[in-house]
């Protein structure tokens, strides 16, 4: 049975607004998470995520608040990332009303994270975000970093580390391009079809879309699901957009 390409807008929330920038940097103001989630929800969007750009304050009474709030409105799975240390972390989004939760900076700080995420709540809830830089000295070309545009490295291999991370019990990786984000030239698709190559649970594509048209090769790269925040946020491209490109394309979308 072919499975469904999932569409899935990216919020990034920032003291409790979305927030986007390009590389990382230079944010402006989107609007409300709620309004934009319950928006998206209507508009056919399968999934959501909400990454907390803002979760290294430590502060994050005002993201619950916004993930309690959301799941009232919407009906179809919200992720949540950002900030996320502890299985104990996880816990409390999930209580919140996050279905799935990622984790970035922690895992890469300490492995074994991910398996005891996996084994407390199962693999399905845990999402492993990866920031990936090209151009650095890694046996694939590409490195995992961390903080975002700050681009900081890890010396990680970062088609290794995906592969790692699926073994550890991660249930999905949100592959994200840094060289690519906000840039609207297209999904980095060499990065794409390396970590599908080396994994076999679900892969989200992440980073550099510009239009509907450049959705379809990101699945044909490997992609399971197609993630982007700002041509949907400041309407460049709409959710049924994408949705015609992937069935003209011979993709199945709900």
């Known amino acids: 049975m072919t499975v469904a390409v999932r569409v899935i807008p990216c919020l990034d929330v920032d003291a409790g607004r979305v927030v986007k920038g390009v590389n990382f940097e230079n944010l402006r103001d989107a609007g409300d998470p709620v309004e934009l989630a319950a928006a ?10 909400f990454l907390d750009v803002s ?4 502060d994050r009474a005002t993201m619950y608040d916004v993930v309690a709030r959301t799941a009232e409105q919407v ?9 996320v240390r502890t299985p104990d972390d996880v816990d409390r989004l999930l209580r919140a009303g996050a279905d799935k939760v990622g984790i970035n900076t922690a895992a890469i700080a300490r492995p074994e994270v991910i398996s005891e995420i996996a084994e407390r709540f199962g693999n399905q809830v845990l999402v492993l975000s990866a920031d990936v830089a090209s151009g650095r000295d890694t046996d694939s070309g590409w490195e995992v970093t961390t903080h975002g545009g700050q681009k900081r ?3 990680l291999d970062a088609v290794e580390w995906c592969a790692r991370a699926a073994e ?3 249930g999905e990786i949100l592959l994200n391009s840094i060289d690519s984000d906000g840039m609207k030239q297209g999904f980095d698709l060499k990065l794409i079809a390396a970590v599908r190559a080396a994994v076999d649970i679900p892969l989200i594509a992440s980073g550099g879309a510009g239009k509907a048209a450049d959705f379809p090769p990101a699945v044909d790269a490997g992609a399971d699901a197609v993630l ?3 041509i949907f946020h400041f309407g460049d491209v709409a959710i049924a957009e ?3 490109e992937l069935k003209r394309a011979g ?3 709900r």
């Open 242 to 244: 994408v949705k015609q």
């Open 40 to 49: 998206y929800d209507a508009a056919g969007a399968d999934e959501l995520t």
């Open 55 to 58: 979760a290294s304050s430590g």
């Open 168 to 170: 550890l019990g991660a």
């Open 75 to 83: 009906f179809i799975p919200l992720t949540v990332g950002g900030g």
């Open 251 to 253: 993709h199945p979308v």
């Open 228 to 230: 982007a925040a700002s």
């Open 153 to 155: 490295s890890t010396g």
